[in-house]
């Protein structure tokens, strides 16, 4: 098979992008692996990610961020592009926005194939992925003030749930914390980027019989 079928795929099983609207409600959480947890009753702030799908002669990968370490907060994590939408934008549109901003990716490049789950932060957020395909690799250059590194994970490493795990931390107060967690050689998937990921895989091949098979064939 070629990425054509991976293509197929996702726009067969993502939110088409133009039907966003601020009304959208969280489908996963980071409260999914901590329904004990205590969670708040508040307005969440609307926010927006690229996952930038890239073709590859020998596979598609995923455009990914390390924080950096100069931020006020999540310094050094492992991110999308992504973050607030400004009054008036649509998901798609801050998703595209804070790309360019972050990475100097450019939007002509990039076509939008479809949103994923909302996915309400612990912080407060309700996040909007949205799927960008790019049929070449991209010229990138991170912004300093907001971006360590980028690089590239392959689409068959994350869409392979025997690199899903449950990891935790045990804060100085209160119960346990449960996340998941997709470690890619040196770096340290996982929070709120591992969620998506997961909820992406489960979106795309939770009905599959042999999940791992079709995201192997969608990778050929």
């Known amino acids: 098979m070629s990425c054509d079928s991976l293509k197929k795929r996702l726009l067969a099983h993502l939110d088409p992008v133009e039907t966003w609207t601020a009304e959208r409600t969280a489908t996963r959480s980071d409260y999914d692996l901590n329904p004990g947890a205590a969670r708040p009753t508040r307005e969440l702030r609307p926010a927006a990610v690229l996952i930038p799908i890239i073709m590859h002669d020998d596979g598609p990968t995923v ?12 310094t050094g994590q492992i991110a999308f592009p992504g973050g607030r939408l400004d009054p008036g934008e649509t998901a798609g549109q801050a998703a595209l926005r804070e790309a360019f901003e972050e990475v100097s990716l450019d939007p002509g490049v990039v076509e939008l194939l479809g949103m994923g789950d909302p996915y309400e932060t612990g912080t407060g957020f309700l996040v909007t992925p949205v799927v960008g395909w790019l049929t070449t690799p991209p010229q990138v250059k991170p912004s300093p003030d907001e971006v360590a590194e980028v690089f590239e994970a392959p689409w068959d490493f994350l869409m392979d749930p025997a690199n899903h795990r449950r990891d935790y931390y045990d ?20 929070g709120v980027t591992a969620g998506i990921l997961k909820g992406l895989f489960v979106r795309l091949y939770g009905d599959e019989a042999e999940p791992l098979s079709a995201a192997a064939e969608d990778a050929a």
């Open 171 to 190: 804060p100085e107060e209160g119960p346990r914390r449960w996340f998941w967690a997709m470690p890619y050689r040196e770096r340290y998937i996982w």
């Open 63 to 74: 455009l990914m961020t390390r924080r950096s370490d100069s931020l006020a907060s999540h």
